[in-house]
Every structure is written in structure tokens, then in C-alpha cells.
């Protein structure tokens, strides 16, 4: 199954640079006033999301930042130097030298799935996940598969929303999760996200909510790009 993904990169090499290798190198920071976005990018029926390649936040930051790296080397960029004074523009001849030796920028991965049951009626979501495994969270079945086998989710059809997140700094600049630096916050962030999730959400499948740390203050809007239905179209969620 074919799905279009994110690539955060792709401005700076395609088009105008609203992401630049700057978001990655200058230790920006999300802000919980600014708020963040999660777009829900992909929508299929329970029994696909093992088709579904989600990625993990792991791959799909090192490939983001091997790009950079590569392609501020054919561009002439010096990272060495105090990126804050490093010219990150590029001219149309850098640009091609870049998409004819690296091919088109890495995609983001999905980082996090909301498992719903639906009729014709209502759309309820059960169960909020993070995607950061290596390997695919319905590879070899899901837990909350089985448990939606239970007889009272029986008039219901099941589905799973894949989504992305972006940041925004305070200086109102993009910050895709993959950016955040080092990993180790950016997998931070991821936690403290899908914590915030579950407690705003309380959806009955998941049985536990972890630190939510600075993101319990934060907003997040939620936009349904799918053509499934509008589960949680252009929604807000406000924080703590």
C-alpha cells in the first residue's frame, strides 16, 4: 500500500525554505506557548495497518540528518563553523546537484496511530500509540486487535489513523520531531506526547499514562488530511 509521507526537507531542496537545516543545527526547542500539530496523514481499516509502513522516529532521524550533512558538502556549506552565521540558502544549480546525487529529501515517519471503532453513526477512538519500534507495531499482530475481538466491539468496524507531528518554536519557526536535538529529546518529546494524548483522550484500551513532563502545558491542533472520515478534524487539544 502506496502513502504519501512528510518530507520536511523537501522546501529546502524543492521549493522555499520554510524547514532548513538551521531547524536542526540550532538546538531549537518546541514551545508550549506556540503549540504544535499533528496531522493525520493516512486512515486505513484495522486489518491493513500492517501494510502500513510506518517508519520509526529512530531511522528517520539519522536519515535526515545524513541528508543534511551530504548535501551541505555538495552545496559547500561548512557545518564546522557557527551555524548561527552559516548561509543555508541555495541557488537552483546547488539544488540540482543536491536532487541528482541524494534523490528527494527522507521521508518523516509516522509517530504516532489512534486505533477508533465506527458505524454509521459514530467514530470512537480506543487506542492512542507511538510508532517508535523498529519494526512495524501490526506486524505480528497488535494487542489491541485481540482485545477488540471481544463481543462488544462487535457491531463496530475497526481503523487506524496514522499521524505526524510538528513543533513550533518560540521564534515561530518549524520544528519537525525529527529536527529536535539530540535524540535522545526527541524521543523524549514523542513520550511525553502520546502521554499527553492518552490523558486528554482516556481511551479505554490504553491502560496506562506516563510523564507528560512540559508537555502538559502545551496546545496541539489536530487536522484529518484522510478522506475516511473528519475523526478528529481541525480539533484542539489545550493542555493542562
Known amino acids: 500500500m ?17 524547514v532548513t537545516p538551521k531547524n536542526f543545527y540550532r538546538d531549537y526547542k518546541p514551545s508550549c506557548e506556540m503549540g504544535s500539530f499533528i496531522a493525520l496523514n493516512v486512515a486505513v481499516d484495522l486489518h491493513l495497518a500492517d501494510k502500513i509502513d510506518t517508519g520509526n522516529l529512530n531511522d528517520s532521524w539519522i536519515a535526515n540528518q545524513q541528508y543534511i550533512e551530504m548535501a551541505c558538502d555538495i552545496a ?5 563553523e557557527d551555524v548561527e552565521e552559516s548561509c543555508f540558502s541555495l541557488d537552483n544549480e546547488e539544488k540540482h546537484w543536491i536532487l541528482e546525487q541524494l534523490g528527494s529529501p527522507p521521508e518523516c ?20 500509540g507511538k510508532t517508535d519500534a523498529r519494526k512495524s507495531r501490526f506486524a505480528n499482530g497488535h494487542s489491541v486487535a485481540l482485545r477488540l475481538h471481544n463481543p462488544i466491539y462487535a457491531s463496530y468496524k475497526k481503523r487506524v489513523h496514522f499521524g505526524t507531528i510538528m513543533f513550533l518554536t518560540d521564534d515561530k519557526e518549524y520544528l519537525p520531531l525529527e529536527f ?32 507528560m ?4 502545558q502545551m496546545f496541539i491542533h ?19
Open 2 to 18: 502506496i502513502t504519501l509521507k512528510f518530507q520536511p526537507l523537501k522546501p529546502w531542496v524543492q521549493g522555499n525554505e520554510s
Open 76 to 80: 559547500g556549506i561548512d557545518l564546522e
Open 109 to 128: 515517519c509516522y509517530n504516532l496511530y489512534f486505533v477508533t471503532i465506527y458505524n454509521e453513526t459514530e467514530e470512537k477512538l480506543v487506542y492512542i
Open 180 to 211: 529536535i536535538q539530540p535524540f535522545d529529546e526527541a524521543e523524549k518529546y514523542l513520550n511525553e506526547m502520546e502521554s499527553l494524548l492518552i490523558r486528554w483522550f482516556n481511551p479505554e484500551l490504553n491502560v496506562r499514562c506516563g510523564n
Open 213 to 216: 513532563g512540559m508537555m502538559k
Open 222 to 240: 489536530i487536522q484529518n488530511f484522510t478522506e475516511s472520515s473528519d475523526f478528529l478534524n481541525d480539533y484542539m487539544v489545550q493542555g493542562y
